[in-house]
């Protein structure tokens, strides 16, 4: 099985317990409240929302993907980590097994009062695929435009998850 890692590293105005409660804690409302072209919903099936949890994300009619589903591997709300795993959906392919992501948020030393969103995803390979660049490209413009929209939602809404 070959592994694939990428890194990004993102900064942001918004505090950090702020960029967490919304992307992460709060993302099952608010990602289809924000993208209701792209989401239609998002279900837990197993567990609180917590480590173990599986979650489904359904995509709305027309979008090239119909659904994935993520199994909570990691919620620390104290250090701001979450790690989770696509375990199924259409991304997947017939070349990846799965896709585990940590997500680490913390304080901006640079933009004080901000943070830095530290993104890492492993893309596992079926046999010896290697996922490259150019084969994850939609799916990283994905995730920043998903981050980039509830970063202006929380500029715009300042007592929110305050």
Do not use: W
Not at 106 to 132: L, P, Q, R, V
Request: glycine share 8%.
């Amino acid at each position: 099985m070959g592994v694939t890692t990428f890194t990004e590293e993102i900064n942001s105005p918004i505090t950090p317990i702020r960029l967490f409660k919304a992307l992460i804690v709060d993302s099952k409302s608010l990602i289809p409240k924000l993208l209701p072209q792209f989401v239609e919903n998002v279900v837990l099936l197993q567990g609180d929302g917590g480590a173990g949890s599986i979650e489904q994300v359904n995509f709305t009619k027309g979008n090239p993907f119909e659904f994935v589903k993520h199994r909570i591997d990691e919620l620390d709300k104290e250090n701001m980590v979450c790690k989770y795993t696509m375990i199924e959906g259409d991304p997947l392919g017939q070349n990846l097994d799965f896709i585990s992501y940590e997500i680490k948020i913390e304080e901006s030393k640079i933009n004080i009062g901000g943070c830095i969103c530290k993104m890492t995803t492993n893309y596992h390979g079926i046999g010896d695929f290697f996922a490259k660049e150019e084969d994850i490209k939609d799916g990283k413009d994905s995730a920043k435009g998903i981050y980039k929209t509830v970063e202006t939602y929380l500029i715009q809404n300042p007592n929110l998850y305050a």
